[in-house]
T-cell receptor
Framework: DAGVTQSPTHLIKTRGQQVTLRCSPK?????VSWYQQALGQGPQFIFQ???????QRGNFPDRFSGHQFPNYSSELNVNALLLGDSALYLC???????????????FGPGTRLTVL | AQSVTQLGSHVSVSEGALVLLRCNYS??????LFWYVQYPNQGLQLLLK??????LVKGINGFEAEFKKSETSFHLTKPSAHMSDAAEYFC???????????FGTGTSLTVIP
C-alpha cells in the first residue's frame, strides 16, 4: 500500500519565480492538506482540499494556491517567491470526516524548497 | 481556537532512561491529540493519537501518552530510551470539524550512550 508521495524531493528557485509541488495521497484517502515547515519550526497549515475545492485555509497570502484533481492528487503553487518561502513543504492525506470523528493525517516525505 | 505548547525545545536522556516529552494544549472544544516523530530530512510519522476513547494511549516503538483534561496535557513517555529514538517530536491538536492540525514547535530528543 503506497503511502503519501510528493515530488520533487528538492527544488531550488530564485526570488520572483513560481513553483509547483505535487502530492499523491495515501490509497483510499480523499482529503489533502498542505503544510509549510520552516527550519526549526513545527508545520504550519496552508490549506486543505476536499472534493476538488479548498475547504480550509490557514494564514497564508494569496500567492499560495492549490488544486485537487479528480484522482485526489493535489498541487501547491507558490507565485512571486520570497526568500522566506524557503521551507519543507509537507503534504498530508486523510479521509473526509465521518460523523464525529476526526481522521488521522498521514504525511509524505516533503519537498525541500530553497529560494535564492 | 486551538494551540499546542511543547515545553523544552531540547531534551537529552541517557540510553535506557525514561523519556518524558511535554505537551499542553488549548482548545475550546474537546480535542483530538497526536504525537508525530520526524527523523532528519524526512516527513512526519504518527506515533499515537487520542480521539476521546481511553485516556492512556499506546503507540509504536514503546511510546505512550496520557490525556489529562484537568491539566490540559498530553505528555509523551517511554520507559527506556533507545539510540534510535533520537529525533524531533511534534505534538498536534485537532478538532472534530475541519480536521486542521495545529502543531507545537517541536522537541528535539537526544539520546546519550
Amino acid at each position: 500500500d503506497a503511502g503519501v508521495t510528493q515530488s520533487p524531493t528538492h527544488l531550488i528557485k530564485t526570488r520572483g519565480q513560481q513553483v509547483t509541488l505535487r502530492c499523491s495521497p495515501k490509497s483510499g484517502h480523499d482529503t489533502v492538506s498542505w503544510y509549510q515547515q520552516a527550519l526549526g519550526q513545527g508545520p504550519q497549515f496552508i490549506f486543505q482540499y476536499y472534493e476538488e475545492e479548498e475547504r480550509q485555509r490557514g494564514n497564508f497570502p494569496d500567492r499560495f494556491s492549490g488544486h485537487q484533481f479528480p484522482n485526489y492528487s493535489s498541487e501547491l503553487n507558490v507565485n512571486a517567491l520570497l526568500l522566506g518561502d524557503s521551507a519543507l513543504y509537507l503534504c498530508a492525506s486523510s479521509l473526509a470526516q465521518r460523523l464525529a470523528e476526526t481522521d488521522t493525517q498521514y504525511f509524505g516525505p516533503g519537498t525541500r524548497l530553497t529560494v535564492l | 481556537a486551538q494551540s499546542v505548547t511543547q515545553l523544552g525545545s531540547h531534551v537529552s536522556v541517557s540510553e535506557g532512561a525514561l523519556v518524558l516529552l511535554r505537551c499542553n494544549y488549548s482548545s475550546s472544544v474537546p480535542p483530538y491529540l497526536f504525537w508525530y516523530v520526524q527523523y532528519p530530512n524526512q516527513g512526519l510519522q504518527l506515533l499515537l493519537k487520542y480521539t476521546s476513547a481511553a485516556t492512556l494511549v499506546k503507540g509504536i516503538n514503546g511510546f505512550e501518552a496520557e490525556f489529562k483534561k484537568s491539566e490540559t496535557s498530553f505528555h509523551l513517555t517511554k520507559p527506556s530510551a533507545h539510540m534510535s529514538d533520537a529525533a524531533e517530536y511534534f505534538c498536534a491538536v485537532s478538532v472534530k470539524t475541519g480536521n486542521q492540525f495545529y502543531f507545537g514547535t517541536g522537541t528535539s530528543l537526544t539520546v546519550i550512550p
